[in-house]
């Protein structure tokens, strides 16, 4: 390999651009693997948007318009969460070992 790897898919591969390149060309990688670990997903379908929850992890969809065009409205509930498919948990990492690696000092 010449160069910094375009992919890295698995826990070994970012283990290894970790241990032969320069903080620069992994960080981003590492952060990115933090950055995309919530979603929003969705809990389930609502008979009304009232029977659902909104808050700063909570809300609620509304699909297909009121005149009917898209067929009748439907309202699903969704919460911001760990997505249980991230990368992160995918490749076998954890928060705290993604955490304390951006935290190590370089000299």
């Not at 997903?41 to 609620?60: F, M, N, Q, W, Y």
Request: proline share 5%; hydrophobic share 35%; charged share 25%.
């Amino acid at each position: 390999m010449i160069g910094y790897p375009k992919y890295l898919n698995t826990k070994e591969d970012y283990l290894y651009v970790k241990e032969n390149f320069p903080r620069e060309d992994w960080e981003a990688d590492f952060q990115l693997l933090l950055d995309t670990r919530m979603a929003w997903l969705s809990v389930g379908r609502l008979e009304t948007p009232d029977a659902g929850i909104t808050d700063e992890t909570h809300k609620i969809v509304t699909v297909g318009d009121t005149d009917m065009s898209m067929g009748p409205v439907q309202y699903y509930q969704y919460e911001y969460r760990e997505d249980p498919n991230c990368t992160l948990l995918r490749l076998g990492f954890t928060v705290s070992e993604v955490e304390a690696v951006l935290m190590q000092q370089t000299f």
